[in-house]
């Protein structure tokens, strides 16, 4: 299979490409089925799987967006944007790590890295759209300056922000363990009791218990 359902939220469909090693890691699907408008989020590898993807919703594909600039997380980007004729949108505060992507991503393999191309930044907070559904953009840099999180109320895609049970790397260039401690401690006082966490690499879990992990930890 190409992507894994991972259920429908109201109007929504939500799957998930993972991608191939060593990164593993979660490329969302977002379909809004009325509207028909299909959402790439994080195309951090494997285009092929990626666009399969968008194809099986039967939908139109309208944006890439990213939670953050790191290559595994938008690997895949350019391919998806030249296939289907996109803009990838990011925050502004991130322009940095993604013209450092293909240097970090030789560093890490040995390999280049075609980055984006059709980029669109925005800034600050803002509430994006998926067809008519309003998302709202939760600035919550310490993994990365830019990184953000994307709420579509019945669940959040939170990048390398927050994994289930675990936390964002802080040592790469424009890391702050501080920043991330209060991003996340902010991200969870502002999602949903019963929203739905999925994050950029392994599986999700509920905001109730994320909350509760989190003060634990703090």
Not at 22 to 31: D, G
Not at 107 to 124: H, I, K, R
Not at 147 to 159: H, I, M, Q, R
Request: with cysteine; proline share 7%; hydrophobic share 40%.
């Amino acid at each position: 299979m190409t992507h894994q359902p991972l259920g429908d939220f109201g109007d929504l469909s939500l799957s998930v490409v993972v991608t191939s090693p060593p990164w593993y890691e979660n490329s969302y699907i977002v379909h809004h089925r009325p509207s028909g408008a299909v959402l790439v989020v994080d195309p951090g590898g494997d285009p092929e799987r990626v666009l399969a993807a968008v194809a099986a919703t039967g939908g139109k594909a309208a944006a890439i967006w990213l939670t953050h600039g790191h290559p595994d997380h938008l690997g895949a980007a350019r391919a998806v944007e030249q296939a289907l004729g996109l803009e990838t949108h990011a925050h502004l505060a991130e322009t940095p790590v993604i013209e450092r992507a293909a240097a970090l991503n030789r560093s890490f393999t040995g390999e280049g890295l075609a980055g984006p191309e059709a980029l669109v930044y925005f800034d600050g907070e803002p509430t994006l759209s998926l067809g008519p559904v309003p998302v709202r953009v939760i600035h919550t840099p310490g993994h990365t300056p830019g990184g953000v999180c994307f709420d579509f109320g019945a669940f959040v895609l939170t990048g390398d922000t927050l994994f289930q049970q675990g936390v964002g790397r802080t040592d790469l260039p424009g890391g702050s363990e501080a920043k991330l401690w209060d991003s996340i401690t902010r991200l969870l006082s502002l999602v949903a009791d019963d929203s739905q966490l999925f994050s950029g690499h392994g599986g999700g879990w509920s905001a109730a218990a994320a909350r509760r992990w989190w003060q634990r930890m703090v």
